[in-house]
């Protein structure tokens, strides 16, 4: 349930609402809007009796959340969340472009790749430390050390930087170097991970699981959101199908789903999904024409000696002309968007941040 206040309640009046709320052993989250404030009700084991509630000094609706996540879904939020990642603001009509290698190899090898994307037009730097392989024989990252590039990286070139946790063991010390923790797409539904994640003060990127309908991912983002963290980026990496001329498919029309159903900002990552470079360009130019918030595209200057996905790592001249071929894709979008999304009282003017 959602109780949604009246525009003029005072803090007092909210402050018993959440009082009363707790009183019937439930735990209520206070969500300011705009225009005013809605306090959630969470752990209810069945229907909250809405006409107590109704009754309360200060509250305007009681509104049932159909829904079973509810601080991630547009009931509880109809304005779109923004997440501010250092000075770039992810999810307000901006299209938020992120870059990097796969994995973080040497200092010299993120600074290249790090000071062509910058160049290019990105915004955030990516780069994995602690990697997730298949193969236990692969490169697993630098771990600690590639941190530390990456904070090198943050320090030289001005770009905040994403980078994944892969466990809980590494959460703490992740979190101290990132700006943007990821999630990836094989931990989407390790609870215990989402948990340490709720309570992180950075911002979480969560990929959608490797084949994770959507209703399970944004159940994923309810466990981060309801651990306290509000700042959850939404990523699109496709899903495992039983097609074989990309590695996995792109599922597009999960953007247009997830804007409806969810305030969260969501971006799309290519690379993942094709697994091939070729498909990697193409694909980047549907996710700013679907309306994604923003890209996470794998760049690398010698993807043929990269330790991990360079089969999928544009060159950096091949960045380079991806970023001015979506500039227009995205000017065209963005009334469009617009409109489409008219019933929603959220996006307002996208413009590409530079
Ligand atoms: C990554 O982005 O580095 C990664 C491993 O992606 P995914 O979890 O989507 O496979
Ligand atoms: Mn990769």
Same mark, same amino acid.
């Given at each position: 349930?959602?109780?949604?206040?009246?525009?003029?309640?005072?803090?007092?009046?909210?402050?018993?609402?959440?009082?009363?709320?707790? &009183?019937?052993?439930?735990?209520?989250? =206070?969500?300011?809007?705009g225009?005013?404030?809605?306090?959630?009700? #969470?752990?209810?084991?069945?229907?909250?009796?809405?006409?107590?509630? #109704?009754?309360?000094?200060?509250? @305007?609706?009681?509104?049932?959340?159909?829904? =079973?996540?509810?601080? +991630?879904?547009?009931?509880?939020? =109809?304005?779109?969340?923004?997440?501010?990642?250092?000075?770039? &603001?992810?999810?307000?009509?901006?299209?938020?472009?992120?870059?990097?290698?796969?994995?973080?190899e040497?200092?010299?090898?993120?600074?290249?790749?790090?000071?062509?994307? @910058?160049?290019?037009?990105?915004?955030?730097?990516?780069?994995?430390?602690? @990697?997730?392989?298949?193969?236990?024989?692969?490169f697993?990252?630098?771990?600690?050390?590639?941190?530390?590039?990456?904070?090198?990286?943050?320090?030289?070139?001005?770009?905040?930087?994403?980078? $994944?946790?892969?466990?809980?063991?590494?959460?703490?010390?992740?979190?101290?170097?990132?700006?943007?923790?990821?999630?990836?797409?094989r931990?989407?539904?390790?609870?215990?991970?989402?948990?340490?994640?709720?309570?992180?003060?950075?911002? %979480?990127?969560? @990929?959608?699981?490797?084949?994770?309908? %959507?209703?399970?991912?944004?159940?994923?983002?309810?466990?981060?959101m309801?651990?306290?963290? &509000?700042?959850? %980026?939404?990523?699109?990496?496709?899903?495992?199908? *039983?097609?074989?001329?990309?590695?996995?498919?792109?599922?597009?029309? &999960? +953007?247009? +789903? +997830?804007?409806?159903?969810?305030?969260?900002?969501?971006?799309?990552?290519?690379?993942?999904?094709?697994?091939?470079?070729?498909?990697?360009?193409?694909?980047?130019?549907?996710?700013?024409a679907?309306?994604?918030?923003? %890209?996470?595209?794998?760049?690398?200057?010698? =993807?043929?000696?990269?330790?991990?996905?360079?089969?999928?790592? #544009?060159?950096?001249?091949?960045?380079?002309?991806?970023?001015?071929?979506? $500039?227009?894709? *995205?000017?065209?979008?963005?009334?469009?968007?617009?409109?489409?999304?008219?019933?929603?009282?959220? #996006?307002?003017?996208?413009?590409l941040?530079?």
């Open positions: 349930m959602l109780i949604v206040m009246d525009r003029k309640a005072a803090p007092g009046e909210v402050d018993s609402v959440v009082a009363a709320i707790e &009183s019937r052993g439930y735990v209520a989250r =206070p969500i300011p809007g225009e005013r404030v809605a306090i959630c009700v #969470l752990h209810n084991k069945g229907p909250v009796d809405a006409s107590y509630f #109704l009754g309360l000094s200060g509250v @305007k609706e009681a509104i049932p959340v159909t829904h =079973p996540y509810k601080l +991630v879904s547009r009931e509880s939020q =109809p304005e779109d969340t923004v997440v501010q990642v250092g000075d770039v &603001s992810l999810g307000n009509g901006n299209l938020t472009i992120i870059a990097g290698p796969c994995a973080i040497s200092e010299e090898q993120a600074l290249t790749i790090a000071r062509c994307v @910058k160049s290019a037009g990105a915004h955030i730097f990516r780069g994995g430390a602690f @990697k997730p392989r298949t193969s236990p024989y692969a697993q990252g630098l771990g600690e050390e590639g941190l530390r590039i990456l904070a090198k990286v943050r320090e030289k070139t001005g770009m905040p930087v994403v980078t $994944e946790a892969i466990d809980r063991e590494v959460f703490d010390l992740v979190e101290t170097y990132a700006d943007v923790v990821q999630i990836g797409a931990n989407m539904q390790n609870f215990s991970l989402l948990r340490r994640a709720g309570r992180s003060v950075k911002p %979480i990127m969560l @990929k959608r699981g490797l084949s994770a309908t %959507i209703q399970e991912w944004l159940m994923a983002a309810e466990y981060i309801e651990g306290g963290n &509000s700042q959850v %980026i939404l990523c699109e990496r496709g899903v495992r199908t *039983f097609a074989d001329h990309s590695r996995n498919t792109l599922d597009l029309s &999960s +953007v247009p +789903v +997830v804007q409806k159903e969810s305030h969260l900002p969501i971006i799309v990552d290519p690379s993942h999904a094709a697994g091939r470079r070729a498909q990697v360009t193409p694909l980047s130019r549907a996710a700013v679907v309306g994604a918030h923003g %890209i996470m595209v794998e760049v690398h200057h010698a =993807p043929e000696s990269a330790l991990s996905d360079g089969a999928q790592s #544009l060159y950096p001249h091949q960045f380079e002309l991806l970023c001015r071929e979506i $500039e227009p894709i *995205f000017g065209v979008v963005r009334p469009q968007s617009h409109q489409m999304q008219d019933d929603l009282p959220t #996006l307002a003017g996208r413009r941040a530079r």
